[in-house]
């Protein structure tokens, strides 16, 4: 009796000998008028999915068609059973000798791993599996490499994210993670359809980048014969939109920042981008807090979501604390009662904060949220008003000059969010950039450029906008329980071996 399965221990030589049988087996096929890489197409009538999930309806004259993959196979005589995986799930095959015939010498040359196309009836075995008894069978790809012995939770997370088409083949749960990815983003565009929004598409390659602190990657256009970015946000020109009349725009893509690799950072990643002419911050708030509970009821159905051992309920109404309170609370800081930077200095050397010469008032206050604040930020928090100096793009709380209308939404610790109240006035504008290149001049490589055609289209006239931008990684890495980011990233950026 054979029994062939995915838990035989393989050396290096076996794995050798094993590809050359493989091989072997191919050419016999080919002899044969069996090759399998001459066959373009193959009809499928079911998923597996539909075969389990609607077995009473199938009656025993229903001749079904199947395609997928040998995960396993166990011969017993002249008869055989194997697990079929498609990508709805997978269902049981009984393989009889006396039903193929001569296509039976073909199926002994078939090997786990291989791509098949199956004929035949839906029944249940004697032990209560729905099962398909096989009239015809046909190999539609042959697997010249075995697949992992014991792959089923593999810690060899380099391998994983080099070969995610090894990890999607053996690891259900890998598979599920970025069914419900796709799903996410599906429910992101059908909420703000349905709220108006038209999903536009910007350049990602740019002449002058901003929209965010990063620094950006650096192309050459040969025909131009010019330096290009590849964009690190697609705000200012979502913004030249609204200008422009387009007062509810989207954007869902991809990004690129040439910085550091973490669990929460790759160097590309997708971001949505949304503005909305005649709003501010708070209606950015609202609409957040909306799009979080409506995608996780739709692709967890619950407001419900367990992150990490901690449990989240997105039905419930997010916090909204100033930065300032809440650096009072986490490090007795008063940042109210520090009028000048020497204070902020002189608090920031009493607290062993590290700070920089440029660094003003608002950028230690900043220093201080990072150590002392976002680590406590467990439940949804919109952290509001930022100090001017970290936000470039803001418009100043009218009472209170030295913030702005901003927020963030923390959770876990964790950024997922960032909005403002969109500053619409072309002369302060001109000069926060003239700041940030001031900051250039101190090596500061995330500091953003002066975009003079964008202060033009300011000058035409912006309406008060709201806009919002969220990680759309780091959300499909809460909703799906994700502890890297890697796992949510079909193909992370990786450095080649």
Partial sequence: MENKNLTENISLDDNLDIIKIRKEKLVELQLNNNDPFEI??????????????????????????????????????????????????????????????????????????????????????????????????????????????????????????????????????????????????????????????LEVETSILQTVYGGAAAKPFITHHNSLNIDMFLRISPELHLKRLIVGGLHKVYEMGRVFRNEGISIRHNPEF?????????????????????????????????TIVEYNGVTLDFGKPFDRVSMVDLVIKYSDTDFNKIQTVDDARVEAKKHNIMFEEHHLKGDILSLFFEKYVEHNLINPTFVIHHPIEISPLAKKIPSNQGYTQRFELFIIGREYANAYSELNDPIDQKQRFLRQAKLKDFGDETATMMDEDFITALEYGMPPTGGLGIGIDRLVMLITNSLSIRDVLLFPTMKPK
């Fill in 270 to 302: 997708t971001i949505l981008e949304l503005y909305q002419a005649f709003s501010d911050y708070n209606d950015m708030m609202n609409l957040t807090e909306d799009l979080f509970k409506f995608v996780a009821t739709q692709v967890l159905g619950s």
């Fill in 40 to 197: 373009n197409k193959y009809e499928i009538t079911h998923f597996t999915s539909d075969v389990i999930n609607n077995f009473e309806k199938f009656s025993d004259d229903d001749i079904i068609s199947l395609a997928g993959r040998i995960m396993f196979r166990r011969d017993m005589g002249k008869t055989s059973f194997l697990d079929l995986h498609d990508s709805k799930g997978k269902i049981q095959i009984y393989v009889k000798q006396d039903e193929l015939k001569e296509e039976y010498e073909n199926f002994k040359r078939f090997d786990i791993g291989d791509i098949i196309g199956v004929k035949g009836f839906v029944f249940r075995t004697k032990k209560g599996e729905i099962s398909i008894k096989v009239k015809s069978i046909i190999l539609l790809s042959k697997s010249l490499l075995p697949l992992p012995e014991k792959y089923h939770g593999l810690k060899d997370t380099d391998l994983r994210y080099r070969q995610r088409y090894l990890d999607l083949i053996m690891n259900n749960d890998v598979k599920d993670t970025f069914i419900k990815r796709s799903k996410i983003i599906k429910e992101i565009r059908s909420f703000l359809d349905d709220r108006g929004f």
